[in-house]
């Protein structure tokens, strides 16, 4: 199996250079002592910051890399190989590290493949893109989730070459097969949801940080007044705490009930699988049921809004991040402002159009299960009156 | 009720009153029924039957009719007993079904 090496691609070395001369560009600003005031070292702050996150972007959602490999891609053998794999319409995310994922397409014969940050990954680039040096880092970060994903691809590239299912498997064996792909659906919902809440957790904590460092800048007033300094900070401080606890609790009960349905779901299937259930228990029944828990077992992986289209999800937090920053520091400078009032409200735009989406797909895959369930019925001569 | 004889030892007596009343069958309950039957090698006591889905008797009398009038079961004569029977048709009717939910969990389209 050919995967090309990551840093072979000319684009690749041209977006490095680029997020370089920038930051070069800085360093060389600061060694010759320019004032902060001045434009040109706000260009060149800005230069930096917007260029590191501008590669991250491009390089989430780099070009397409042919995938050359001798056998079959398929989603369901990689699914019953106990791969995480998320089918999105023609293409599917397939996950090769803690960090990384790859999105592979298949047309007319031909394979290619795309790397993705994780959900996680995804969150520390976004959040470590909040500072201008930081991005340096979110880019460093990027680059590390790129390589992995690309030395996966090698080292499952073999193993996936084993791969196969015997033709024409008996009704016993379909039943077994579905009861442990069932199990492992609910099994790994569960791993989801919980995984799903420390991340939040950590990205609450991380908002509460950088919301202290917020409340420490804005609490300055000038001329000084050190009483009503520590009023603003003591009860700014206790505000976010307080928020930031309810908040984790919210969510801790929330996910703890998910995970508690779920983890009950998994035992009942492995329970069957195990013969550890009376003889009248059925288990087409519980699969049935289980075909109907299905699509909520799929959603805690699919994150379809966010983590659908990383890119634009990097995007949308750039726009909004800037945005920002240029309404609140171009104090002065209209243009700026304006400039920064222009990029928040595409960010704006671009979330509500992405909000829009999800729960457009949501409701395509509740139509999809219900059509799923009729087809179904119809196999059964069920529909009509009896 | 409506009697026919098929002359080859098989008895099938189809209550079309009870099949009317059943509007929309419970999927579930005549999925127990097709593994029930499926898991058996030979044909099975009504009561047993019953018994082993888990329904009262009026509840099973209506599904077993309306079975029977879909062709997926056949009720013969054995030992002085009626029993139940999966036809070719309940037979197939069932793998589909166990295909369709192991193509539907795997994700396929």
Request: aromatic share 10%.
């Amino acid at each position: 199996m050919r995967v090309g090496r990551a840093l072979s691609d000319w684009r690749l070395i041209a977006l490095v250079s680029s997020a370089a001369g920038g930051l070069t560009y800085l360093l060389l600003s600061i060694t010759q002592n320019y004032s902060p005031s001045s434009l040109g070292w706000f260009i060149a702050l800005t230069y930096t910051w917007w260029a590191s996150f501008i590669v991250c972007i491009l390089m989430t959602v780099a070009p397409w890399r042919p995938l050359n490999f001798e056998g079959t891609w398929d989603p369901v053998k990689l699914r019953r190989a106990g791969f995480e794999v998320i089918v999105r319409g023609e293409d599917f995310d397939l996950r090769v590290a803690k960090f990384s994922m790859t999105r592979i397409r298949v047309r007319g014969g031909e394979r290619y493949f795309r790397t993705l940050p994780t959900s996680t990954g995804l969150w520390v680039i976004f959040l470590l893109s909040f500072f201008p040096f930081f991005t340096v880092l979110a880019f460093l970060f990027l680059l590390y989730i790129y390589m992995q994903a690309h030395e996966g691809l090698r080292t499952y590239g073999p193993l996936l070459k084993d791969i196969s299912r015997p033709t024409e498997p008996s009704v016993e064996e379909l039943v077994l097969d579905s009861l442990t792909s069932a199990y492992m659906m609910a099994r790994q919902a569960v791993d989801a949801n919980r995984s799903r809440f420390q991340d939040h957790c950590i990205i609450m904590a991380t908002m509460a940080i950088i919301g202290f460092g917020a409340l420490l800048l804005s609490s300055v007033r000038l001329p000084f007044d050190a009483d009503e300094y520590a009023w603003r900070l003591g009860g700014g401080t206790v505000l976010l705490i307080t928020i930031t606890i309810i908040g984790m609790l919210a969510l801790w009960r929330r996910a703890r009930r998910m995970a508690e349905e779920d983890e009950r779901w998994a035992n009942r299937l492995m329970a069957v699988m195990n013969g550890a259930v009376p003889e009248e228990t059925s288990a087409i029944e519980l699969l049935l049921r289980a075909v109907s828990e299905a699509p909520r077992w799929l959603n805690a992986h699919r994150r379809a809004m966010w983590y659908r289209r990383p890119g634009l999800t990097l995007l949308i937090a750039l726009l909004l991040d800037q945005g920002t920053i240029f309404l609140f520091i171009g104090i002065g400078f209209d243009l700026v402002r304006l400039l920064g009032g222009g990029l928040f409200a595409i960010g704006v735009l671009l979330l509500l159009d992405q909000y829009r989406r999800g729960r457009k797909e949501s409701e395509l895959l509740r139509e999809e299960w219900t059509r799923k369930m009729q087809e179904m019925e119809n196999v059964l001569g069920l529909t009509g009156k009896g | 009720m409506d009697k026919k004889d098929a002359g080859n030892g098989e008895c099938p007596r189809l209550d079309r009153e009870r099949v009317r009343t059943l509007e929309r069958p419970d999927l579930y309950v005549v999925a127990r029924m097709l593994e029930r039957l499926w898991h058996e090698r030979s044909p099975m006591l009504k009561t047993r039957l019953q018994t082993a889905i888990g329904t009262n008797y009026d509840v099973f009398s209506r599904y077993l009719d309306w079975m029977l009038e879909k062709g997926l079961v056949t009720l013969i004569e054995q030992d002085g007993h009626q029993k139940v029977e999966l036809t070719d048709e309940g037979r197939d009717s069932y793998r589909r079904l166990v295909q369709w939910i192991n193509e539907t969990v795997h994700g396929k389209t």
